[in-house]
C-alpha cells in the first residue's frame, strides 16, 4: 500500500503536475443500532481507497479508485491530471499552496479497552445499559433509538514536497434519540452524542447511559412543570454546550478562510468576515475562542491536517478581537502566511478543505454559582435541540430543551423552549463573565460538495449574556 | 459483476444464513466546481463495491466488500456469521421480498452521451455566463456527471440489473455579498440539458435582491419558489419512512388516515418517474420501483416501505427499500393550476422566498422546526415584488405549513442539489399565515 501511494505521486509528476500529493485511508469498524429494544443489526464497515491530488498550470484535479491496483490507481493519476489541465482553463489566477515544512512521522491513537478485541453483541451491550436506564426510570419513552459506532481510520499521506504522514486513529460513539410521551405532551433529546477517539473505556467513564436517564428525567420534568419563559431583555447563562454550538456556528465557521475568499459560496455559504477583519472586535474582553485538533481523545483529534501540515491550537478571537482564520495551503498563500492545519477530508474519496476540528469557549475565572448569583430576572439554557445560522454566519437562533428560570440568583423552574436569536456581534458582544470549568460536546460538522460530515467537538466554559431578548 | 454476487450469494448460503442480498455497484462519477467565475476544483470518483445484506435466524448483518477476490469474500462472510450468531434476534423483522420480478425500461434513465461525455467544462462557461449576462458579477456551483451501474442478487431468486446516467448544475450567483439567487437543473439526458436556464434563474434573482432591507417578525403569506418548498419537502422522504416513525422522527406518527395537510394536497413517492434523478427500476429487495401516494387530498394514506415493514402492519411494501430503513426515490407534489403570475396575485401582502437551508427541528413528532432563507428573499406587496429583504427566518410547524398550502402553481419543477438530497418535484407553493422570526439585538 505504501508503494501504491508513493506510485500516485511519482506518476502525477511525471504526467506533469507541479504538485501532487496522495492519500490512501481504510476505515474499518462496526454500526450497531437498537430501536425501540430490538436490534436492528450490526453493520460491518470495511472502505479502503486512495485519492490524488494535484495541481497543473494552477488548475486543481482530483480522483479516486478504490480499486487498489497499480493500473487503476494510474488511471486515477491519469484523470486528476487531465481534471486539472482543464479545469486551469477557466481560471483568472492560478492556484499555488504556502511554503510548509514538513516531515516523515508515523502516530496512533492507542486504546486502553481495544474495540476490535470484543463482539458485536458485547457492544451492543451498552445500548442495552441505556434501554435499562430509561425503561425502568417509570417515564414513558416509548421511542428509542439508540446507535453505536466505532472505526479506525488508517491514513497514509505523501506529497511531493517532503510529507509522509501516516496515523492511525480509532474513534468511538454512542448516539441516541428520545421521545418521551407524558401527559399527552411529547418532548424529545434528539441525536445526543457521547464520542471520543480511543477506545471503550471512554465511553464507560463517560457513563451515557446515566446522561440519558438524566435526559429523560429532565424531559418529564420539563413537561409536568415546565412554563413560560420570560419575555424581553433578561439575562441568559448559556452551558458549555449550548456555548460550543455557538462558537462553532458563529466563530468557526465564519472564520474559514474558504469561505471568506467564497470558494464554499455554493454550497456551505460565505462569511461575513472578510480578509482585513482580522484585528477588528467582534466580541467583549471576556470571549476568547481556541479552536485545537490536539486535544488528546477529543472527537476532532489529528497530530497532521490532510496536506501534511503539523497542527497547532489557534486562537479565532483572543479577548474579543479576530486574530486568526482557518486555513488551508491554498489560502494561507493567499493570505501571504502559513497554513495553520485545518484540510481535512472525511474518506480517500475527498478532497482536503478548510475545517473545524474541536472548537470551544476559553474558560474564565467565574464559577457557576458567581455567574448567576446577580442574575435578578434571566434563562439558564443547559441544552439546544432546534438552531440554525444564516449562510454567512450572522443571525442565528438556538432554542433551549432543558432550560430553568434564574429569578434573584437563583434556579428556580425549568421553562419550556426558550429562543435566543441573536446576531453573532450581538451574541458575543453581550458576554460580560464566562465559567471556568470546560466540557466538550461531539458533533459532526457539515460542510463541502459533496458533503463531508467530519467529527467535531464544541464546547467549553459557561457564559453569561446579560440583556439578550428572549423570545417564546 | 453477477458472477461475484451468485459467488457470495452461494458461499452465504453454504454458510449457513438465510435472507441475502447482494447489491453490487459500478460507479463513475465526475465533479466541477466553481467559485468566483472560474474552476476551483474538477474530480472523478471510481467505485466498485458489493454491498451485503445478511440473515441468520432474524439477527441482520451487513457490510460493503471494497475487494472482491474469493479469499476476502469468504473471510468477510464467516466474520458476519460469526456477528450474527452472537445475536439476539430482531423479533419484528419479517424476510425480503420473493421473486422473480418483471422489470420495464424506464424512458430516460439512461444516456450513452453522458458517459461518452469527454468534457464539460464547457456547460460550466456556458452558466456562468448566463448568470453574468443577468447581471450578476460572481458565480459559484457545481456540476456532475453521473454513470451508474446496479446488480442485485437476491436469495428469493432476484436477479436484477439497472443503468443509469445523469448530468445536473446548481448555479449560485451574487450581485453584491449580500444580494444572491440560486437555480438548479439535473436531468438523465443530455439533451434535456439546460445549464444555462440555472445561470439565468440565478442572475436574475441575484439582481431583483440588491439592497436588501431588513425583514419584520410577524405572520405572512409566503409563496416559496420550488427550491425553497423542496427543501421542506426533501424531510418529508425522512419523516414518511416507517423506520423514522418508529424511531421517532417524524411528525406523521400516529396519524395513518387522518387529515395532515390540506385538502388540495396530493403527495407522491414516485420510484420509476422519467428523468428523474432518484428513479430507479427496482428497490434494495429487486421489487420494481412504483408510484406510492402518501399524502391523498390531504390524508395520510402510507408510509413508505420495504418487505419486513410492510408485513408487520399487514399490508403490501411500497418498493422503497431500503432493507434497514425504507426512502424515497423522488417525492412529487401534484401541481395545482395557478400561474406564477395569478400566484403572486393571490398576495396582497406577503413575502417570496427563493431558497431555505439549515432545516432543523425543535420536536420531530410535533413537527416544530425553523428554516433560513438565502439567496433573494422579497416582500410582495399586492401581488408585486416591492422590495428586497433579508434576515429573516421561517419559524412554524411542518404539518400546519402543509394544511395551510392554499395555491399551488401548474408548473412543476425538479430539484435536486446539496440541501435537497432526495430528489423533489414541486410547482411554487402559496402557504397561508407563515411565522417569520428575525435576530433581536
Known amino acids: 500500500m505504501h508503494e501504491l501511494v508513493e506510485f500516485a505521486v511519482e506518476k502525477a509528476l511525471e504526467l506533469g503536475a507541479e504538485y501532487a500529493e496522495a492519500r490512501f485511508e481504510e476505515h474499518s469498524g462496526v454500526n450497531i443500532v437498537m430501536k425501540n429494544g430490538n436490534p436492528e443489526g450490526v453493520g460491518i464497515r470495511a472502505d479502503r481507497g486512495i485519492g490524488v491530488r494535484v495541481l497543473v498550470n494552477g488548475g486543481m484535479g ?10 487503476s490507481v494510474s488511471e486515477a493519476v491519469k484523470k486528476a491530471i487531465k481534471l486539472a489541465k482543464a479545469a486551469s482553463k477557466v481560471r483568472n489566477i492560478p492556484i499555488k499552496f504556502s511554503e510548509e515544512r514538513f516531515h516523515e512521522v508515523y502516530y496512533e491513537v492507542r486504546m486502553k479497552k481495544d474495540f476490535r478485541d470484543y463482539s458485536g453483541e458485547e457492544k451492543m451491550e451498552y445500548l442495552r445499559l441505556i434501554e435499562e436506564e430509561v425503561l425502568n426510570s417509570g417515564i414513558k419513552v416509548p421511542m428509542r433509538f439508540l446507535s453505536y459506532q466505532d472505526w479506525i481510520a488508517h491514513k497514509y499521506f505523501v506529497n511531493n514536497e517532503g510529507a509522509k504522514v501516516e496515523s492511525v486513529i480509532p474513534r468511538v460513539s454512542i448516539t441516541y434519540n428520545l421521545v418521551v410521551f407524558e401527559e399527552g405532551q411529547v418532548e424529545q433529546a434528539p441525536f445526543v452524542q457521547t464520542a471520543f477517539t480511543g477506545g471503550l473505556e471512554l465511553i464507560e467513564r463517560a457513563e451515557p447511559w446515566k446522561r440519558a436517564l438524566n435526559d429523560v428525567k429532565a424531559l418529564q420534568r420539563l413537561i409536568k412543570e415546565g412554563k413560560k419563559p420570560p419575555e424581553g ?7 458549555p454546550e449550548v456555548a460550543g454550538i455557538a462558537v462553532h456556528e458563529s466563530v468557526g465557521h465564519p472564520y474559514e478562510a474558504d469561505r471568506i475568499f ?97 472548537t470551544y469557549l476559553a474558560p474564565g475565572d467565574y ?106 | 459483476m453477477f458472477d461475484v454476487n451468485e459467488l457470495i450469494l452461494k458461499k452465504a448460503e453454504e454458510i449457513g444464513f438465510g435472507d441475502v442480498v447482494v447489491l453490487s455497484y459500478g460507479t463513475q462519477r465526475r465533479q466541477v466546481r466553481f467559485a468566483n467565475n472560474e474552476i476551483t476544483v474538477a474530480k472523478n470518483w471510481h467505485y466498485q463495491k458489493s454491498a451485503i445484506f445478511a440473515e441468520y435466524e432474524k439477527r441482520l448483518v451487513s457490510t460493503e466488500l471494497t475487494a472482491l477476490d474469493e479469499k476476502t469474500i469468504e473471510e468477510t462472510l464467516k466474520m458476519l456469521f460469526k456477528t450474527a450468531k452472537a445475536m439476539e434476534p430482531k423479533k419484528d423483522y419479517y424476510g425480503i421480498a420473493e421473486g422473480p420480478f418483471e422489470y420495464k425500461d424506464i424512458p430516460e434513465t439512461f444516456d450513452k452521451g453522458i458517459v461518452e461525455l469527454d468534457e464539460p467544462n464547457e456547460y460550466v462557461e456556458r452558466a456562468i455566463n448566463s448568470a453574468l449576462e443577468e447581471g450578476a458579477k460572481r458565480v ?18 432476484v436477479e436484477a440489473f439497472d443503468e443509469g446516467t445523469g448530468i445536473e448544475i446548481s448555479v449560485r450567483a451574487f450581485v453584491d455579498e449580500l444580494s444572491s439567487g440560486h437555480g438548479t437543473n439535473s436531468v438523465r439526458v443530455l439533451k434535456k440539458f439546460d445549464p444555462e436556464s440555472a445561470g439565468r434563474k440565478a442572475g436574475e434573482i441575484a439582481k431583483l435582491a440588491a439592497n436588501p432591507e431588513e ?11 420550488p427550491l425553497a418548498f423542496a427543501n421542506l419537502l426533501s424531510y418529508m422522504s425522512f419523516m414518511a419512512s416507517a423506520f423514522a416513525v418508529e424511531a421517532g422522527f417524524s411528525f406523521l406518527v400516529g396519524k395513518l388516515g387522518q387529515k395532515v395537510a390540506s385538502e388540495d394536497i396530493v403527495l407522491k413517492d414516485v420510484g420509476n418517474m422519467p428523468n428523474a434523478y432518484g428513479t430507479r427500476k427496482f428497490d434494495d429487495e429487486g421489487v420494481p420501483t412504483q408510484e406510492t401516494t402518501i399524502i391523498e387530498n390531504g390524508v395520510l394514506k402510507t408510509y413508505l416501505l420495504n418487505t419486513s415493514l410492510a ?27 395557478y400561474s406564477k403570475e395569478e400566484l403572486f396575485n393571490e398576495v396582497r401582502r406577503g413575502i417570496y422566498i427563493t431558497n431555505v437551508w439549515y432545516t432543523r427541528f425543535q420536536n420531530y413528532v410535533a413537527g416544530d422546526f425553523s428554516t433560513i432563507p438565502r439567496d433573494g428573499a422579497f416582500l410582495i406587496e399586492n401581488g408585486e415584488i416591492a422590495k428586497p429583504i433579508r434576515n429573516i427566518r421561517v419559524s412554524d410547524n411542518f404539518q400546519r405549513i402543509l394544511e395551510s398550502i392554499a395555491a399551488l402553481g401548474k408548473e412543476l419543477y425538479h430539484i435536486h442539489w446539496w440541501e435537497v438530497r432526495t430528489p423533489v418535484f414541486t410547482p411554487y407553493v402559496l402557504v397561508k399565515d407563515v411565522g417569520i422570526t428575525k435576530a433581536t439585538k
Open chain 1, 262 to 358: 467564497g470558494r464554499e459560496a455554493a454550497q456551505a455559504g460565505e462569511s461575513f468576515v472578510k480578509p482585513d477583519m482580522l484585528g477588528e472586535r467582534i466580541g467583549s474582553e471576556a470571549v476568547t475562542v481556541i479552536e485545537d485538533p490536539t486535544i488528546p481523545n477529543s472527537w476532532g483529534f489529528y497530530l497532521y491536517d490532510d496536506e501534511g501540515v503539523k497542527a497547532r491550537p489557534r486562537y479565532l478571537i483572543k479577548e474579543g478581537i479576530i486574530t486568526e482564520f482557518l486555513m488551508n495551503r491554498e489560502y494561507a498563500y493567499y493570505l501571504d502566511t502559513n497554513s495553520n492545519a485545518a484540510a481535512r477530508a472525511i474518506n480517500y474519496d475527498r478532497e482536503p478543505i478548510v475545517r473545524m476540528a474541536n
Open chain 1, 62 to 71: 482530483f480522483a479516486s479508485t478504490n480499486i487498489l491496483t497499480k493500473e
Open chain 1, 233 to 239: 431583555k433578561v439575562d441568559v447563562v448559556i452551558s
Open chain 2, 140 to 157: 459559484a456551483g457545481v456540476l456532475y456527471t453521473d454513470y451508474n451501474k446496479l446488480y442485485l442478487t437476491t436469495s428469493n431468486n
Open chain 2, 215 to 225: 425583514g419584520k417578525a410577524g405572520r405572512y403569506d409566503v409563496i416559496f419558489d
Open chain 2, 311 to 337: 408485513r408487520k402492519y399487514n399490508t403490501k411494501t411500497t418498493a422503497n427499500a431500503g432493507l434497514t430503513m425504507p426512502r424515497a426515490w423522488n417525492i412529487y407534489l401534484e401541481a395545482g393550476d
Open chain 1, 367 to 472: 464559577s457557576f454559582e458567581e455567574l448567576i448569583e446577580d442574575v435578578k430576572l434571566g434563562v439558564y439554557m443547559v441544552s439546544f435541540n432546534e438552531w440554525n445560522i444564516d449562510d454567512r454566519r450572522y443571525q442565528q437562533r438556538y432554542i433551549g430543551r432543558e432550560a430553568y428560570l434564574i429569578e434573584n440568583g437563583e434556579i428556580k423552574h425549568p421553562v419550556r423552549r426558550p429562543i435566543l436569536e441573536i446576531t453573532t456581534k450581538g451574541l458575543w458582544s453581550s458576554v460580560d463573565a464566562v465559567g471556568k470549568d470546560v466540557e466538550f460536546y461531539p458533533g459532526t460538522c457539515g460542510k463541502g460538495e459533496p458533503g463531508q460530515g467530519v467529527p467535531v467537538w464544541m464546547g467549553g466554559a459557561s457564559a453569561r449574556l446579560r440583556d439578550v431578548v428572549l423570545r417564546r
